[in-house]
């Protein structure tokens, strides 16, 4: 329906034909759009070089689908998965495809359902013939901030999905984050929703302005049909459909401390065993103090803590995304990526246009912690995120994604660090070996 609106001719099919004429009886009723009644009925009425889009489920049901497509096309048609894939999976269809002269595209779509519908930010990789084709309609049916399109050629092979799966990853950090910031609110600061949705709309005015705060706000105010309000009705198991677990995988396969992501993926874990929660709270023990400081400093203090943890999770998120480039040998645009996550996606944020300055005045910025702007923000705001990590234990309140931000910010930062302890205990037992602080690169 994006395609049609925007002007391009689209032909659907669904292997349960009767799934595709009633789209075309009631969504698609009054458009320009067609139907076809099997694979090789779409693939004759697409123009050449065909350009088709599988939205399907990741995994097996696109390796079906692509199977059955390719002997269909020809050279210089193009394939183009816009589900959630595993970016390996991506890579291996571009390798065994490349022979064929079909070009296959990964792409990371993100924003939902209205995204897709209204424009979504879109996350191209793959055979790069076959950016110039699908390239005017990508950009003109994703969104756009600042009247540019959130839509860019990404990379080679897997570059597009891996890249979109570092998105997802970043997505649960976020949220994770303005979790801990409401459980704070509601349990250390004994605030009521209405007075918590005050505090998400005021911040939405200022530097924490996204999407997430926004709906975190609508969310806070939300009220059932029977007048009282449906978050405390809901039943605190996060569900998770494993992209940011992926994303964690892959930092641990690529040696990145993407501790903030990793922590907000154990969250949802800890958060699915709610019977042994329930069980232990009668168990153990925990704080006994209370919360007697300033509600209002103490907001404050919040507030920073989650700009200064979000900007470590950026910060941790771009290492991933740099690390895997080099492995990989993508050409990754890093200003233009944070681009393309400023409009149409969950994480979208007026923050993300300080990212692509970052890196638009320094390209091989090895982390965005040592940008001079981020510097001097996280250096205003790292005493918060200490005085909330701090009252957080002392209280007995779980914060791990803002205890995960202060831990790597303090490793980053140090010099020294007791590794050579770490170093000399694996000599000891497994005869590892060490390196001699005054001669690197040697060891004894």
Same mark, same amino acid.
């Given at each position: 329906?994006?395609?049609?609106?925007?002007?391009?001719?689209?032909?659907?099919?669904?292997?349960?034909?009767?799934?595709?004429?009633?789209?075309?009886?009631?969504?698609?009723?009054?458009?320009?759009?067609?139907?076809?009644?099997?694979?090789?009925?779409?693939?004759?009425?697409?123009?050449?070089?065909?350009?088709?889009?599988?939205?399907?489920?990741?995994? &097996?049901?696109?390796?079906?689908?692509?199977?059955?497509?390719?002997?269909?096309?020809?050279?210089?048609?193009?394939?183009?998965?816009?589900?959630?894939?595993?970016?390996?999976?991506?890579?291996?269809? +571009?390798?065994?495809?490349?022979?064929?002269?079909?070009?296959?595209?990964?792409?990371?779509?993100?924003?939902?359902?209205?995204? &897709?519908?209204?424009?979504?930010? /879109?996350?191209?990789?793959?055979?790069?013939?076959?950016?110039?084709?699908?390239?005017?309609?990508?950009?003109?049916?994703?969104?756009?901030?600042?009247?540019?399109?959130?839509?860019?050629?990404?990379?080679?092979?897997?570059?597009?999905?891996?890249?979109?799966?570092?998105?997802?990853?970043?997505?649960?950090?976020?949220?994770?984050?303005?979790?801990?910031?409401?459980?704070?609110?509601?349990?250390? /600061?004994?605030?009521?929703?209405?007075?918590?949705?005050?505090?998400?709309?005021?911040?939405?005015?200022?530097?924490?302005?996204?999407? /997430?705060?926004?709906?975190?706000?609508?969310?806070?105010?939300?009220?059932?049909?029977?007048?009282?309000?449906?978050?405390?009705?809901?039943?605190?198991?996060?569900?998770?459909?494993?992209?940011?677990?992926?994303?964690?995988?892959?930092?641990?396969?690529?040696?990145?401390?993407?501790?903030?992501?990793?922590?907000?993926?154990?969250?949802?874990?800890?958060?699915?065993?709610?019977?042994?929660?329930?069980?232990?709270?009668?168990?153990?023990?925990?704080?006994?103090?209370?919360?007697?400081?300033?509600?209002?400093?103490?907001?404050?203090?919040?507030?920073?803590?989650?700009?200064?943890?979000?900007?470590?999770?950026?910060?941790?998120?771009?290492?991933?995304?740099?690390?895997?480039?080099?492995?990989?040998?993508?050409?990754?645009?890093?200003?233009?990526?944070?681009?393309?996550?400023?409009?149409? +996606?969950?994480?979208?944020?007026?923050?993300?246009?300080?990212?692509?300055?970052?890196?638009?005045?320094?390209?091989?910025?090895?982390?965005?912690?040592?940008?001079?702007?981020?510097?001097?923000?996280?250096?205003?705001?790292?005493?918060?995120?200490?005085?909330?990590?701090?009252?957080?234990?002392?209280?007995?309140?779980?914060?791990?994604?803002?205890?995960?931000?202060?831990?790597?910010?303090?490793?980053?930062?140090?010099?020294?660090?007791?590794?050579?302890?770490?170093?000399?205990?694996?000599?000891?037992?497994?005869?590892?070996?060490?390196? /001699?602080?005054?001669?690197?690169?040697?060891?004894?």
């Amino acid at each position: 329906l994006n395609m049609d609106s925007k002007g391009f001719v689209v032909c659907a099919f669904n292997r349960t034909v009767a799934k595709v004429d009633q789209f075309l009886a009631n969504e698609a009723k009054g458009t320009k759009i067609i139907g076809a009644k099997s694979l090789e009925d779409m693939v004759a009425k697409l123009k050449k070089p065909r350009k088709v889009v599988i939205l399907v489920k990741a995994g &097996a049901a696109v390796d079906e689908f692509v199977t059955k497509l390719v002997p269909l096309l020809e050279k210089g048609d193009i394939i183009i998965d816009g589900g959630n894939s595993q970016y390996m999976d991506t890579q291996r269809w +571009c390798k065994e495809l490349k022979p064929t002269g079909i070009h296959y595209v990964g792409m990371g779509v993100s924003g939902g359902e209205d995204g &897709a519908r209204y424009g979504p930010s /879109l996350m191209p990789g793959g055979h790069l013939a076959a950016w110039p084709h699908v390239k005017p309609i990508f950009q003109a049916i994703c969104a756009k901030a600042n009247n540019e399109p959130c839509c860019d050629w990404v990379g080679e092979d897997g570059a597009g999905h891996f890249v979109k799966m570092v998105h997802n990853g970043i997505e649960y950090g976020d949220m994770q984050l303005i979790c801990e910031a409401y459980h704070l609110m509601k349990d250390v /600061l004994d605030m009521d929703q209405g007075e918590m949705a005050r505090v998400f709309e005021e911040w939405n005015k200022g530097e924490l302005d996204s999407f /997430l705060i926004e709906i975190t706000r609508d969310i806070l105010n939300f009220k059932d049909t029977d007048g009282k309000y449906l978050l405390p009705k809901i039943r605190d198991c996060a569900g998770q459909k494993g992209t940011g677990k992926w994303t964690g995988i892959s930092a641990l396969e690529y040696g990145v401390p993407v501790t903030l992501i990793g922590e907000a993926v154990f969250a949802r874990c800890l958060s699915a065993l709610k019977e042994e929660r329930v069980k232990a709270s009668g168990v153990l023990p925990g704080a006994s103090g209370t919360f007697t400081g300033d509600k209002k400093a103490f907001l404050e203090h919040l507030r920073k803590a989650l700009y200064a943890s979000k900007i470590i999770s950026y910060a941790q998120g771009f290492m991933l995304l740099r690390e895997a480039a080099k492995v990989h040998q993508w050409n990754l645009n890093y200003g233009s990526i944070a681009l393309m996550w400023r409009g149409g +996606c969950i994480i979208r944020s007026v923050f993300l246009g300080n990212i692509k300055d970052a890196f638009t005045k320094n390209p091989q910025l090895s982390n965005l912690l040592l940008d001079p702007y981020f510097t001097k923000h996280i250096g205003a705001s790292q005493e918060s995120l200490r005085q909330v990590v701090a009252q957080s234990a002392l209280l007995g309140v779980p914060t791990p994604a803002f205890g995960a931000a202060l831990a790597f910010y303090d490793g980053y930062r140090a010099g020294v660090l007791p590794a050579n302890l770490l170093q000399a205990q694996r000599d000891y037992f497994g005869a590892h070996t060490y390196e /001699l602080a005054t001669k690197p690169g040697e060891f004894v």
